[in-house]
């Protein structure tokens, strides 16, 4: 992407979230993590999913305790390790900590962004929307004798990525332990007619995720609304 369109993209993004794109991988990821769950009772399936967590946390755990010599994560100094590669930008110092990294982009239109390694930032915004040096102050740390590892967000940190995952889950016994209770009614599955065939275990993309375009004008059959089947 062009220089300025990127500029343009990132000038009011907030800073607060260390987070380069938006995506609804995650969505996704989680549907294909339960699709074999997910035709189970209520009950069953929220007892499946926290299987799952709790087992991720202890496998996280476990990674971390492995991670002690490192201050950031190693696939992040990794990915920054690769960006440095070839980068044939041109520096310019005004104090140690500051100066312009500038270059030409495909078209042969100059660029130029200003780098400050005391607020950690960059013209681009890169740096400040992401918490990982962008590309220019990769380009000018390397003319520092300074750590890059010193500027990155402590989002990315080991400490940081124990502290996400050190709650341990407890296990829990079987349905025929739980205690039982009387909650004074019966709650009642709502009506509706089951489709024809067999239940489906993928789910159907809406036409707000680029699903089909003709699903998108179809009406459903059960709620009336657009957008699903």
Same mark, same amino acid.
């Given at each position: 992407?062009?220089?300025?369109?990127?500029?343009?993209?990132?000038?009011?993004?907030?800073?607060?979230?260390?987070?380069?794109?938006?995506?609804n991988?995650?969505?996704?990821?989680?549907?294909?993590?339960?699709?074999?769950?997910?035709?189970?009772?209520?009950?069953?399936?929220?007892?499946?999913?926290?299987?799952?967590?709790?087992?991720?946390?202890?496998?996280?755990?476990?990674?971390?305790?492995?991670?002690?010599?490192?201050?950031?994560?190693?696939?992040?100094?990794?990915?920054?390790?690769?960006?440095?590669?070839?980068?044939?930008?041109?520096?310019?110092?005004?104090?140690?900590?500051?100066?312009?990294?500038?270059?030409?982009?495909?078209d042969?239109?100059?660029?130029?962004?200003?780098?400050?390694?005391? +607020?950690? &930032?960059?013209?681009?915004? $890169?740096?400040?929307? !992401?918490? #990982? =040096?962008c590309?220019?102050?990769? %380009?000018y740390?390397?003319?520092?004798?300074?750590?890059?590892?010193?500027?990155?967000?402590?989002?990315?940190?080991?400490?940081?990525?124990?502290?996400?995952?050190?709650?341990?889950?407890?296990?829990?016994?079987? +349905?025929e &332990?739980?205690?039982?209770? $009387?909650?004074?009614? !019966?709650? #009642? =599955?709502?009506?509706?007619?089951? %489709?024809?065939?067999?239940?489906?275990?993928?789910?159907?993309?809406?036409?707000?995720?680029?699903?089909?375009?003709?699903?998108?004008?179809?009406?459903?059959?059960?709620?009336?609304?657009?957008?699903?089947?």
């Open positions: 992407m062009d220089n300025h369109k990127q500029l343009w993209a990132r000038s009011k993004f907030s800073t607060t979230s260390k987070c380069g794109y938006v995506t991988n995650i969505a996704e990821t989680f549907n294909g993590w339960i699709r074999e769950e997910k035709s189970l009772p209520i009950l069953d399936l929220m007892d499946k999913i926290r299987q799952l967590i709790m087992e991720r946390f202890c496998t996280r755990r476990q990674l971390a305790s492995k991670l002690s010599r490192f201050k950031v994560l190693p696939h992040v100094m990794k990915e920054l390790h690769n960006k440095s590669r070839n980068l044939k930008y041109t520096i310019h110092r005004s104090g140690p900590m500051v100066g312009e990294v500038g270059g030409v982009n495909k042969l239109v100059p660029w130029r962004f200003i780098v400050d390694l005391e +607020k950690k &930032e960059c013209t681009c915004r $890169g740096w400040q929307l !992401t918490g #990982l =040096p590309v220019h102050t990769i %380009a740390i390397g003319t520092r004798r300074v750590e890059l590892e010193d500027f990155v967000d402590p989002y990315y940190s080991v400490e940081m990525f124990k502290a996400a995952y050190a709650t341990a889950m407890a296990p829990v016994p079987g +349905k &332990e739980w205690e039982k209770v $009387g909650i004074g009614f !019966t709650l #009642l =599955p709502p009506k509706c007619n089951r %489709a024809a065939g067999r239940p489906r275990k993928r789910r159907l993309v809406g036409a707000e995720e680029d699903g089909s375009s003709s699903r998108g004008k179809r009406r459903c059959k059960r709620c009336g609304g657009f957008g699903h089947l």
